[in-house]
């Protein structure tokens, strides 16, 4: 009689077989950009360090590698939440060193195309508090100037109160 599994463990063991018949470059890729929810060339790019992350993409959608393109968008895909937790936990397990550096870099992506909500989201996880309290009062500014007081003050009350006074100017 075989040992009775989880259903995560036949998940993970389902998940490694699939990873086995893919290159050291899918791999790679899929862990490292499993950072975000949704993987298009720039983000995958500016988390990867190179500029062929459009191949992979492509590459990820025609072999149907638990993803699906993102309706209207050019290349972007978004894994399957199953997956992603997949491939979070090995980015985990086998590179911790590098998660809080790939949540700086996601932040900084999102930042520069002023999608705020998300640039924070990363911002905090990679733990640089002086990047979140610039980031924060910068989407503060928009955000107060557009009328949305409630998204200022949550993201606000993540930050310590000595942050927020010592950002004065």
Request: include cysteine; charge should be neutral.
């Amino acid at each position: 009689l075989a040992p009775h599994l989880s259903l995560a463990d036949s998940l993970r063991g389902y998940f490694d077989a699939v990873m086995l018949q893919e290159s050291v470059k899918v791999n790679e890729f899929l862990q490292v950009c499993a950072i975000v929810d949704r993987l298009d060339t720039e983000l995958c790019n500016a988390l990867l360090g190179y500029d062929t992350s459009c191949a992979v993409l492509n590459h990820i959608e025609h072999t149907q590698l638990f993803a699906r393109r993102v309706a209207g968008e050019a290349v972007t895909l978004r894994l399957h939440p199953l997956f992603r937790n997949y491939l979070l936990e090995r980015l985990h397990r086998e590179q911790p060193q590098r998660v809080a550096d790939l949540h700086l870099r996601a932040s900084h992506c999102f930042a520069g195309v002023e999608r705020f909500e998300e640039a924070l989201h990363h911002a905090f996880l990679s733990g640089n508090r002086e990047w979140c309290v610039n980031l924060t009062a910068r989407a503060a500014r928009q955000w107060t100037k557009a009328g949305a007081i409630a998204q200022t003050l949550a993201w606000t009350r993540k930050l310590d109160r000595s942050e927020l006074f010592a950002h004065q100017h």
